[in-house]
Nanobody
């Protein structure tokens, strides 16, 4: 399984950015998808995740109300819409995937089996 994240860049505080993550397999709809972020010297932080159907989402406390995760199972893409960006959102963002039948959407790094290469988001003040 290959994950390709894109959409990172430089944006001013208060602005918006949309990240996308494309998956290489046709069974995309069987994977729970997540987004994490990491800054130098810190642990990877949970940002958001979405269930296989898209009906259930979870968000990290620091992004609730500002970020929205969605997926298009026909196109094998999961997206992260980031609004009202703050300088503290600056990080490398990673998409992740796990193929599992779960009653919940995992929010921990260890629950995910596959990771993309990361895309850098920089928010200037």
């Amino acid at each position: 399984v290959q994950l390709q994240a894109s959409g990172g860049g430089l944006v001013q505080a208060g602005g918006s950015l949309r990240l996308s993550c494309a998956q290489s397999v046709s069974t995309f709809r069987t994977y729970i998808m997540g987004w994490f972020r990491q800054t130098p010297g810190k642990e990877r932080e949970f940002v958001g995740a979405i269930s296989r159907s898209g009906a259930t989402t979870e968000y990290g406390d620091s992004v609730k109300g500002r970020f929205t995760i969605s997926r298009d199972n026909a196109k094998n893409i999961v997206s992260l819409q980031m609004d009202s960006l703050k300088p503290e959102d600056t990080a490398v963002y990673y998409c992740a995937a796990v193929r599992a039948i779960l009653t919940h959407v995992p929010t921990t790094e260890g629950a995910y089996d596959y990771w993309g290469q990361g895309t850098l988001v920089t928010v200037s003040s």
